[in-house]
């Protein structure tokens, strides 16, 4: 029997940066916990059609979604896309038979482990290595908040997701 991975509510009462650190932990362990006990096959599972998006790819999608706001923007690293090119430029969401759960979990883990590592000693007020495709500066709050916005919509996706493939619903 698979257990549910936990998850850590943030606190109602912490500083700003403790806060957005705490909601953005909460994002993530919920998207862990909407994959939680499926199949590799039920996690490549496009389970709403007419879309082809499936858990596993959203996983994957975060894994980039992390490497980009992190080490390429925030850090300014040469870190090329995972599971994209330019033949599919949504290749993060289009995973392959062969693609599974324990190598996009992995690196999904591995990009949060590095995102944490970049963040760690900056100031919320710190900017980014690089700008907008406008020109304008990212601080580390903006990002932090931005993550917390993409997680919580691609957990919406997932909870509809999951409740299609096996009638799961909840947190």
């Not at 650190?21 to 932990?25: C, P, R, T, V």
């Not at 709403?48 to 998006?53: A, F, Y």
């Given at each position: 029997m698979t257990t549910t991975p936990e998850r850590t509510e943030p606190?109602?009462?912490a500083g700003e940066r403790a806060m957005l650190?705490?909601?953005?932990?909460f994002?993530?362990?919920?998207?862990?916990?909407?994959?939680?006990?499926?199949?590799?096959?039920?996690?490549?599972t496009a389970s709403?059609?007419?879309?082809?998006?499936s858990l596993l790819g959203l996983v994957r999608h975060m894994a980039e979604v992390e490497r980009g706001w992190f080490r390429r923007t925030l850090a300014g690293e040469e870190a090329p896309p995972l599971y994209y090119d330019d033949a599919d430029r949504d290749g993060d969401f289009h995973p392959a038979e062969e693609d599974t759960?324990?190598?996009a979990r992995a690196t999904w883990q591995a990009e949060i482990t590095r995102a944490r590592e970049l963040a760690a000693d900056r100031s919320l007020d710190d900017l980014a290595a690089r700008t907008s495709r406008a020109g304008e500066s990212y601080n580390l709050r903006w990002i932090l908040t931005h993550m917390i916005e993409e997680y919580a919509r691609h957990n919406g996706h997932a909870d509809l997701l999951r409740e299609c493939v096996?009638?799961?619903?909840?947190?």
């Open positions: 606190s109602t009462t650190e705490g909601w953005l932990e994002h993530r362990e919920t998207l862990e916990r909407k994959c939680a006990g499926l199949t590799d096959e039920q996690l490549r709403v059609p007419p879309s082809d998006l759960w324990e190598e096996d009638g799961s619903t909840g947190d």
